[in-house]
């Protein structure tokens, strides 16, 4: 278990913007939120937006892909990077409450 601790530290993937946002997130749903509540939380479609709103500002804001020679900006590129942002984000939320979770018994 530790050692897939450390792999993430290592790996700098932890360092993501979108993935620490969701660790923290995960976080503090565990702490703050009772099973009911996280539930809703994850089925209400808001929840869904923010994040993808808060995954557009970060990529349009400091990830900007460009074209070949910085001919104008790679939207495409940009989309999918955008979408993987949302997944990310969701999947270190869902993957912290889990592992608080699990540590916590």
């Known amino acids: 278990m530790f050692k897939g601790l450390a792999a993430l530290f290592t790996s700098g993937i932890i360092f993501n913007p979108m993935v620490l946002m969701g660790v923290i997130l995960g976080f503090y749903c565990s702490f703050t939120l009772e099973a009911e509540q996280i539930y809703q939380l994850f089925g209400n479609y ?10 557009i500002i970060y990529h349009f804001s400091f990830k900007k892909v460009y074209k070949g020679d910085y001919e104008g900006l790679d939207y495409s590129a940009m989309v999918w990077q955008i979408i993987g942002g949302v997944f990310k984000f969701v999947f270190a939320t869902v993957l912290s409450i889990c592992f608080l979770l699990m540590i916590s018994f």
Do not use: Q, R
């Open 46 to 55: 808001h929840f869904y937006f923010v994040i993808l709103a808060i995954s």
